[in-house]
């Protein structure tokens, strides 16, 4: 492979081509279509979290104006299959979920009915109208008294509320626990989050009958699962449906799902004969949009008198809602395997208990169990330091793998690519001054103030990953077309809804074809021009999707060489590509570009011989292992006695995601990651109350990180690059949500450590540190 | 009608976005005389006869407004769905104070939500289109 020294996009900080509409606010939101006679829908939700749906009277709302027809469950579910979930689990029990209610609703949310109108304001009013008889049942909404003898059942038809159970071991682990000074314990509350994209989302369906033909329009990141998955719902096969991801107001996996709306709005289209359309409401996103964590960590840690970590032992209850959706129980799964973190240690056992109670469901929400093993873990070694009286850097490095142990095999059974975690330790604290931040706090301390500095060395797994070890397909695809004129199409299966792909996969593809980014085109998000794909998630696009695209330019590369060997009587051993030119050995004033190649490849009037005409190719690239992306944060925090309140004070990140792309772009990844660490570590967190009310319903009740909570940040980086790909990428997308909650949290309880605070679960609200400092 | 669905579904204007439709979020802000309010909590009719300006509107003869290059520039947005408020927040925020520091930026933004960049880049590109309004005006 050539890349071209010329254009040398790689690596520079490229303002993005996606930002012109983005900034001048012409980009097409899924609520910016207009299709002529859309009818628009409104779906009534269940109030309660358990109970049986004795009648549903529609006729009041059917008969308003404007309003097409009132739907219930006995209308839809016989005409609908079941939503599928893609994940497995030896044991998984799983209740049927049907786009409506089925006479019983398990979550306040639940779609009961849909109404179709003219216009949004009678769907509006006409829900008003449908009256629901619900005879309420006993609630479970604490997934520990899920599993108590005598909770109520979930789903009463299960038996159980245990919905799967998984382990992870290796090594001798009672050996280990056998030859332990001390067993050092924990346990750990990782909170439900909403992951609140600022787009809710929606889909619009249009059905063609004389086609026999489905587009779905919708504000998701995975198009072309949904196509694979859509045809057993709807009854359409993959072939007759187009499934468009337009812009996408951010996901960070919430849009990572099949849901039941797109399934509810294709069968209205077919059933209708009209595009429908369906627009949540923040409300509904935040009761019936996955939520993300939600598990419950009892730690155990055998540890010798040095600090030698020698085995963990964890047993975790992972809340899973009331229903699985696409990925639900895969998510605890990877913290089990992320549990080691980069560290050594000889054996590690987890054992998840899936449990279903009347909540929404939980699914991948960014980081998707890895910040809860990325916490558990930087949580542990900071315990287990305080709890031995060992320096907490000094533990962390002993047990770092060197980088020359790579690639290295965990203790949970994973094989990290590459890794040079002491780099980036070091590296981030010279650029927080370590030993003077250390003086600084010990001065801060002496004038009475509750000053913490936290630490945090993460490692994720990202690129997912190989086919073996996903649900539907781990590879990726993309294609590239010199068109006739020169001009150069790129066609990627990932879906990029914010990260920018169009840009650093315009920057991969120019350096590779040596010409101008400016004539690159990255098409994305349609199935219909992105024929094969697997999308957007688990920091996979730029490593995987990226590579597929130099894949196509290789095989276009060596195709034109032919033709350019052909055009300029040479041998094509003497033909050689360069800076987007191909040149005949010796002579280089012999050479041909694109744009004449590209005419003779389509004009096909003097090809070679048993040439194919064109100038395209298109690649499935399937990658040998995951990328393990990796980091320090430090942090700096001051407690405020009186009030709880944590102000943070000094913000390093040294994140190591591989080759970077375009550096610009991966400080927007980290520091956007970030801000969803600050909020899980300081407040966020999803509340339901005993009757499974959801009490988080809106921004007032669920607030977001602000501009004002906002620190700021000292950056770096180290390059350690991927052997899992040619690039050498890891990927970035969740790395500041997995390695910044962690430090964050270790500060605060630094902070505290001299009151004799151990730990507190996250978030760490003003209310709760002000108790632990006043309940001492 | 709230003003927010007068300019999307009316006027076909688009650009201004629905986040929460509770005041909260910021995503539907547009300029009414000149101030920056949330179209989700303006009646339609409390609007007649006022001037809106709305993200579409902001550019002049196809020249962006040096927000807008400035976002550009600092890469300031990743989805985008927050960034018309966002730009027209700042317009408001720079005409009340044109040399703010990043606390007073980051005040300004108290009632505009970022889900995607952590806002750090949205204040530099603030920031940055400050000195280029001065100096536009110097030169002026
Ligand atoms: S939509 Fe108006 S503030 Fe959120
Ligand atoms: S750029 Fe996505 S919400 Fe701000």
């Known amino acids: 492979m050539t890349v071209s020294k010329r254009t040398g996009y790689f690596g520079k900080s490229i303002k993005r081509v996606e930002d012109p509409r983005l900034i001048k606010g012409i980009a097409t939101y899924v609520d910016d279509l207009r299709l002529a006679g859309t009818l628009h829908t409104m779906i009534l939700r269940s109030p309660y979290a358990h109970a049986k749906i004795l009648s549903i009277q529609t006729g009041a709302a059917a008969a308003l104006e404007g309003v097409v027809g009132v739907f219930t469950g006995t209308d839809i579910n016989p005409n609908c299959g079941l939503l599928p979930c893609a994940a497995e689990a030896p044991d998984l029990k799983s209740p049927k979920h049907t786009v409506l209610a089925n006479g019983r609703v398990y979550y306040v949310g639940h779609p009961v009915a849909v109404v179709v109108a003219a216009d949004r304001y009678a769907a509006r009013d006409a829900l008003d109208l449908i009256e629901v008889d619900y005879d309420s049942l006993p609630v479970v909404s604490d997934p520990e008294k899920a599993l108590q003898d005598g909770s109520p059942l979930t789903h009463p038809e299960l038996g159980t509320n245990v919905a799967f159970t998984w382990s992870v071991a290796s090594g001798d682990l009672d050996a280990e626990f056998a030859k332990a000074d001390r067993i050092i314990k924990q346990r750990m509350v990782h909170q439900r989050l909403t992951p609140m994209a600022i787009e809710p989302r929606g889909c619009v369906a249009s059905y063609n009958a004389g086609d026999g033909a489905l587009t779905l329009w919708t504000s998701t990141q995975i198009p072309h699962l949904i196509r694979t998955l859509l045809p057993g719902m709807i009854g359409i096969p993959e072939n007759r449906i187009r499934i468009v991801a337009p812009e996408v107001g951010g996901g960070f996996g919430s849009k990572l799902n099949l849901y039941v709306e797109e399934a509810l709005c294709s069968h209205l289209s077919m059933r209708l004969k009209a595009p429908i359309k369906w627009i949540e409401s923040r409300r509904e996103n935040a009761m019936a949009t996955i939520h993300g964590r939600d598990q419950v960590g009892e730690y155990e840690i055998a540890v010798k008198k040095n600090g030698t970590i020698l085995a963990i032992r964890a047993k975790t209850i992972a809340d899973i809602g009331s229903y699985l959706q696409l990925l639900t129980p895969a998510i605890p799964t990877l913290t089990g395997l992320m549990l080691p973190g980069c560290y050594k240690m000889n054996a590690i056992r987890m054992d998840v208990t899936g449990v279903y109670t009347h909540k929404m469901s939980t699914d991948a929400y960014r980081g998707a169990g890895r910040p809860e093993a990325s916490y558990a873990i930087e949580r542990i070694m900071d315990l287990v330091a305080a709890d031995l009286g060992l320096d907490r850097i000094k533990l962390r490095l002993k047990h770092f793998p060197k980088p020359d142990k790579f690639p290295f095999h965990t203790a949970s059974g994973l094989t990290y690519d590459s890794g040079n975690y002491r780099a980036t330790l070091k590296k981030a604290q010279k650029l927080a001054s370590w030993d003077t931040l250390l003086k600084r706090q010990a001065k801060e301390r002496k004038s009475g103030k509750l000053f913490g500095v936290g630490v945090s060395t993460y490692v994720e797994i990202c690129a997912l990953g190989p086919s073996k070890m996903m649900a539907a397909g781990g590879w990726e695809w993309g294609c590239v077309r010199i068109e006739m004129s020169g001009k150069v199409t790129a066609i990627t299966g990932v879906t990029p809804h914010g990260q920018g792909q169009e840009t650093s996969f315009a920057q991969i593809v120019a350096d590779h074809l040596g010409v101008p980014m400016e004539d690159i085109v990255v098409c994305r998000g349609d199935t219909s021009v992105a024929h094969y794909g697997r999308d957007t998630y688990g920091s996979r696009a730029t490593a995987l999707g990226g590579t597929a695209l130099i894949m196509c330019i290789d095989k276009i590369v060596a195709k034109a060489r032919q033709l350019a060997a052909h055009l300029l009587r040479a041998k094509v051993e003497d033909v050689v590509f360069r800076d987007g030119q191909f040149l005949v050995k010796g002579a280089p004033k012999t050479n041909i570009g694109w744009a004449t190649l590209a005419q003779e490849a389509y004009l096909a009037k003097n090809l070679p011989a048993n040439f194919e005409p064109g100038l395209e190719a298109s690649s499935f690239f399937e990658p040998t292992n995951c990328t393990y992306p990796f980091g320090t944060h430090i942090v700096a925090v001051e407690v405020d006695r009186s009030t709880g309140e944590v102000k943070i004070r000094d913000y390093v990140a040294v994140d190591d995601c591989g080759h970077q792309v375009n550096p610009l772009l991966v400080e927007g990844q980290v520091q956007g990651g970030i801000a969803h660490s600050l909020g899980q570590a300081l407040f966020e967190r999803t509340v339901y109350d005993e009757e499974g009310q959801l009490l988080t319903g809106e921004f007032m009740d669920y607030p977001l990180p602000r501009a004002k909570d906002i620190p700021d940040y000292v950056m770096g980086s180290t390059v350690t690059p991927s052997p899992s790909n040619p690039m050498g990428i890891k990927g970035v997308g969740e790395a500041g949500t997995i390695g910044a909650t962690p430090a964050i949290a270790n500060a605060v309880m630094d902070a505290l450590a001299p009151l004799g605070i151990r730990h507190l679960d996250l978030p760490l609200l003003p209310e709760k540190i002000w108790r632990a400092i006043n309940d001492r | ?140």
């Open chain 2, 1 to 140: 009608m709230l003003l927010v669905h007068f300019l999307r579904d009316t006027c076909v204007l688009t650009g201004t976005h629905v986040g929460c439709e509770t005041t909260l979020c910021g995503a539907c802000t547009v300029l009414m005389e000149g101030k920056a309010v949330k179209s989700c909590t303006v009646l339609a009719v409390q609007a007649d006869g006022s001037e809106i300006t709305t993200i579409e509107g902001v550019a002049h003869n196809g020249d962006l407004h040096p927000l807008q290059q400035s976002f550009w520039e600092c890469h300031a947005l990743q989805c985008g769905y927050c960034t018309p408020g966002m730009i027209l927040t700042g317009i408001d925020l720079l005409r009340n104070n044109p040399k703010p520091t990043r606390e007073e930026i980051a005040h300004g933004l108290e009632g505009n939500l970022c889900r995607c960049t952590g806002y750090s880049h949205i204040i530099d590109a603030i920031e940055s289109a400050a000195q280029k309004i001065s100096k536009e005006r110097q030169r002026a």
